[in-house]
């Protein structure tokens, strides 16, 4: 192999509005707290400069638009132009309105994840156009195949909670292409799905499979199958961006709205400027969302981002790891939840120790961030590349993080303190009853690190971290077969993809 990747629940058969709880695998809210960077003053005067700038400057809505006469409607003054002008109030009502939190369900309707500021999940991503070929380990354009591949290794890696559009099908990328994306993740796992697209007519289309897979649109609306991803480019919404905010808000699918903005470039780059910046970005979309349909669950996301002066590209380290921290506190203050998490990519040209000391640190950051998604896991090259092995590295990853955030157990018998004055100074505890009941309780069931690093003393193959990864990815590969769809869905999923070329072809 060339080198280069809840709170769940399962429904009670008997009762469908109950639910047994399961191991709340992704809860990280509790045994300790999030990293802070800013004095809460800061924050909210971060929060005043962004809602003050929608009322004052504006943002971008284009004309023609729906969103234009929601907003004239709501009372917003509306420019020739396009450039709506929000007042403050109607910023803050619509703040208050928008779900804070929304359930995922997997394609069974069984399992959930809880989008919320009180979990993390990971998924990997996001639309790479290139993939690591396996027998060259050189980068080609991705595939269809890539991306089903790739989700069926998602599907098989125990910290990965749902899939996204990881590589693009650069051969097909038009409407019709970009649609077919979505069939290709249903087919290939179980878990939830986040998806994105360009045009609102694949929202439209995708919407349709998705509620044949649920069994209805009220059905889709009760239980979401799938998060939909809208990029609208900073404090600038066009029409597809307005289309898409506009029918998942009304269809009952949760949105994830923001900008990728570049500080320097697309924004200031001063880490305050870009982050309100982004915000009013944020908080633009949300108050469309909440125009729709109040109470809608219509989250502003932006990455925020910064061009790493040297080069002109995407990069400065520093600044972006404190931006993200930034983002995740002020969306706390907001009691909302970050779908913003940097960690899990990498610029490193393909997956080497550069990428495992990115991947690494992006990481471990978010035990401090603690966003509510991270699904950039397993990019390289700026986002450019997509790697198995580095998806498989941070599945890894992602496991520590949630050993960490069980946090400890503090009581009369984890501090043994009858033990230790039994034991005395000179004793040992490897023969006693206590190590044996408690030395497998905060395991860490590392695969390639930890206990399963090759030593000196042991008999493991002395193979290094990319060999021991590269080994565990092929038998992936070879022996995995996700749970298949049902056939009369399938059909039905392949006759409205059918139904919608024969009225786009017209």
Same mark, same amino acid.
């Given at each position: 192999?060339?080198?280069?990747?809840?709170?769940?629940?399962?429904?009670?058969?008997?009762?469908?509005?109950?639910?047994?709880?399961?191991?709340?695998?992704?809860?990280?809210?509790?045994?300790?707290?999030?990293?802070?960077?800013?004095?809460?003053?800061?924050?909210?005067?971060?929060?005043?400069?962004?809602?003050?700038?929608?009322?004052?400057?504006?943002?971008?809505?284009?004309?023609?638009?729906?969103?234009?006469?929601?907003?004239?409607?709501?009372?917003?003054?509306?420019?020739?132009?396009?450039?709506?002008?929000?007042?403050?109030?109607?910023?803050?009502?619509?703040?208050?309105?928008?779900?804070?939190?929304?359930?995922?369900?997997?394609?069974?309707?069984?399992?959930?994840?809880?989008?919320?500021?009180?979990?993390?999940?990971?998924?990997?991503?996001?639309?790479?156009?290139?993939?690591?070929?396996?027998?060259?380990?050189?980068?080609?354009?991705?595939?269809?195949?890539?991306?089903?591949?790739?989700?069926?290794?998602?599907?098989?890696?125990?910290?990965?909670?749902?899939?996204?559009?990881?590589?693009?099908?650069?051969?097909?990328?038009?409407?019709?292409?970009?649609?077919?994306?979505?069939?290709?993740?249903?087919?290939?796992?179980?878990?939830?799905?986040?998806?994105?697209?360009?045009?609102?007519?694949?929202?439209?289309?995708?919407?349709?499979?998705?509620?044949?897979?649920?069994?209805?649109?009220?059905?889709? @609306? =009760?239980?979401?199958?799938?998060?939909?991803? $809208?990029?609208? #480019? &900073?404090?600038?919404?066009?029409? %597809?961006? !307005?289309?898409?905010?506009?029918? @998942? =808000?009304?269809?009952?699918?949760?949105?994830? $709205?923001?900008? #990728? &903005?570049?500080?320097?470039?697309? %924004?200031? !780059?001063?880490?305050?400027?870009?982050?309100?910046?982004?915000?009013?970005?944020?908080?633009?979309?949300?108050?469309?969302?909440?125009?729709?349909?109040?109470?809608?669950?219509?989250?502003?996301?932006?990455?925020?981002?910064?061009?790493?002066?040297?080069?002109?590209?995407?990069?400065?380290?520093?600044?972006?790891?404190?931006?993200?921290?930034?983002?995740?506190?002020?969306?706390?203050?907001?009691?909302?939840?970050?779908?913003?998490?940097?960690?899990?990519?990498?610029?490193?040209?393909?997956?080497?120790?550069?990428?495992?000391?990115?991947?690494?640190?992006?990481?471990?950051?978010?035990?401090?961030?603690?966003?509510?998604?991270?699904?950039?896991?397993?990019?390289?090259?700026?986002?450019?590349?997509?790697?198995?092995?580095?998806?498989?590295?941070?599945?890894?990853?992602?496991?520590?993080?949630?050993?960490?955030?069980?946090?400890?157990?503090?009581?009369?018998?984890?501090?043994?303190?009858?033990?230790?004055?039994?034991?005395?100074?000179?004793?040992?505890?490897?023969?006693?009853?206590?190590?044996?009941?408690?030395?497998?309780?905060?395991?860490?069931?590392?695969?390639?690190?930890?206990?399963?690093?090759?030593?000196?003393?042991?008999?493991?193959?002395?193979?290094?971290?990319?060999?021991?990864?590269?080994?565990?990815?092929?038998?992936?590969?070879?022996?995995?077969?996700?749970?298949?769809?049902?056939?009369?869905?399938?059909?039905?999923?392949?006759?409205?993809?059918?139904?919608?070329?024969?009225?786009?072809?017209?």
């Amino acid at each position: 192999m060339a080198r280069d990747g809840a709170r769940m629940r399962r429904a009670r058969p008997a009762a469908a509005e109950t639910e047994t709880p399961v191991r709340d695998r992704g809860l990280h809210h509790g045994a300790s707290a999030p990293y802070d960077p800013l004095p809460r003053n800061q924050v909210l005067e971060v929060i005043e400069a962004a809602i003050g700038h929608l009322e004052i400057a504006g943002a971008g809505f284009e004309v023609g638009t729906e969103a234009i006469d929601l907003f004239r409607a709501a009372g917003c003054a509306v420019s020739a132009e396009g450039i709506v002008r929000i007042p403050s109030d109607l910023v803050r009502e619509s703040l208050a309105s928008v779900a804070k939190s929304v359930r995922l369900w997997d394609r069974d309707g069984e399992r959930c994840i809880e989008l919320d500021n009180h979990h993390t999940w990971f998924f990997p991503g996001m639309t790479c156009i290139k993939v690591y070929d396996e027998r060259t380990g050189e980068p080609r354009a991705s595939t269809r195949a890539d991306l089903e591949t790739i989700t069926r290794v998602a599907d098989a890696l125990p910290n990965i909670d749902g899939a996204c559009i990881a590589c693009k099908n650069v051969a097909n990328s038009d409407i019709h292409g970009e649609i077919d994306e979505f069939s290709a993740m249903a087919e290939n796992t179980t878990k939830p799905l986040e998806y994105l697209c360009e045009h609102a007519d694949s929202l439209a289309v995708v919407i349709e499979m998705a509620s044949a897979i649920r069994g209805g649109r009220e059905a889709l @609306a =009760a239980k979401p199958y799938f998060l939909q991803i $809208v990029t609208p #480019l &900073p404090l600038d919404y066009h029409a %597809t961006h !307005i289309d898409q905010i506009i029918m @998942a =808000a009304r269809a009952g699918v949760p949105v994830s $709205v923001g900008t #990728l &903005p570049i500080g320097g470039a697309s %924004t200031p !780059i001063t880490m305050a400027g870009s982050m309100t910046h982004s915000l009013a970005t944020d908080f633009a979309g949300m108050v469309l969302g909440q125009l729709a349909r109040r109470g809608s669950c219509v989250i502003g996301s932006s990455d925020v981002c910064f061009m790493e002066p040297a080069t002109g590209g995407i990069g400065n380290f520093v600044y972006t790891s404190l931006a993200d921290m930034a983002m995740c506190q002020i969306r706390r203050e907001l009691a909302l939840p970050s779908f913003t998490g940097i960690g899990g990519t990498s610029n490193a040209r393909r997956f080497d120790q550069d990428a495992v000391w990115e991947l690494s640190t992006n990481l471990m950051q978010a035990f401090y961030s603690r966003p509510a998604t991270l699904d950039y896991l397993g990019s390289l090259d700026m986002g450019l590349t997509y790697s198995l092995p580095a998806l498989l590295l941070c599945d890894e990853l992602a496991g520590m993080l949630r050993t960490f955030w069980q946090g400890m157990r503090i009581d009369e018998d984890t501090l043994a303190t009858d033990l230790i004055r039994a034991v005395g100074p000179r004793g040992n505890f490897l023969a006693h009853r206590h190590t044996v009941s408690h030395c497998r309780e905060q395991l860490w069931p590392a695969r390639y690190l930890g206990a399963n690093m090759p030593l000196s003393n042991d008999d493991k193959p002395d193979l290094d971290l990319l060999q021991r990864i590269d080994a565990h990815l092929a038998r992936i590969l070879a022996e995995h077969r996700p749970k298949p769809l049902k056939s009369e869905i399938l059909d039905a999923m392949r006759a409205i993809q059918a139904g919608f070329k024969v009225r786009h072809a017209a």
